[in-house]
């Protein structure tokens, strides 16, 4: 079965920066498109960024577009997030997502497998 594994999050500043790391097992890995999705206290989960099977299409929200950077290590079966310039709305838990399909999505319900989830705490 498919299982991710996030870490890297933390406490950090605003103005710092942070990379997530998403461990994935169970099937090959750079056959399907990832995600990386956020939900911060009382809110809804919300789309963060996602990258294609091979890399080469990502997409990004709008509040993360220049700040953060989505990308795959095929043979390492790891998905990143680089953020930078980090602000305190970027607070919440993190999560990587796996879809059933080579381009990525906005909508978490096209994402068949999901992390436990990172917490990401930036100070203001």
């Known amino acids: 079965q498919v299982q991710l594994v996030e870490s890297g999050g933390g406490l950090v500043q605003a103005g710092d920066s942070l990379r997530l790391s998403c461990a994935a097992s169970?099937?090959?890995?750079?056959?399907?498109?990832m995600g990386w999705f956020r939900q911060a206290p009382g809110k809804e989960r919300e789309f963060v960024a996602s990258?294609?099977?091979?890399?080469?299409?990502?997409d990004y929200a709008d509040s993360v577009k220049g700040r953060f950077t989505i990308s795959r290590d095929n043979a390492k079966n790891t998905l990143y997030l680089q953020m930078s310039s980090l602000k305190f709305e970027d607070t919440a838990v993190y999560y990587c997502?796996?879809?059933?399909?080579?381009?990525?999505?906005?909508?978490?319900?096209?994402?068949?497998?999901w992390g436990q989830g990172t917490q990401v705490t930036v100070s203001s």
């Open positions: 997502a796996e879809r059933n399909y080579v381009g990525g999505s906005r909508f978490a319900n096209n994402y068949a497998y």
């Open positions: 169970g099937r090959t890995f750079g056959t399907y498109a």
């Open positions: 990258i294609s099977w091979s890399g080469s299409t990502t």
